[in-house]
């Protein structure tokens, strides 16, 4: 799989055209998605997933170095981020 574009993305204010979508872009204007207008909650989250998956992954990183003192809901958080950057990754964590 090939690597996503670097974050961070942010909403274009400016509307992608005449039927009011919105561009998601990252850095140096590149355009990642283009998002309807009435859908802009999902343009939020859309936006936020480089965000998510870095912390996420930081998230993996700081609790490996703690293995074997977590409670259950650290290991549920733990479980839940593995699927979260697979599911974001397409692979296995």
């Not at 690597?3 to 961070?8: E, R, S």
């Not at 055209?17 to 009435?38: F, K």
């Not at 480089?50 to 992954?57: G, I, N, R, W, Y």
């Amino acid at each position: 799989m090939s690597k996503h574009t670097p974050g961070p993305w942010y909403i274009n204010p400016i509307k992608a055209n005449a039927n009011g979508n919105r561009r998601i872009m990252a850095e140096q204007c590149t355009p990642v998605a283009v998002v309807p207008d009435h859908l802009v909650a999902d343009a939020r989250l859309i936006a936020a997933a480089p965000d998510l998956l870095e912390a996420l992954e930081l998230m993996l990183d700081r609790f490996r170095d703690t293995e074997g003192s977590h409670g259950q809901w650290e290991e549920e958080a733990t479980e839940n981020a593995r699927a979260a950057i697979a599911k974001a990754t397409g692979g296995e964590q």
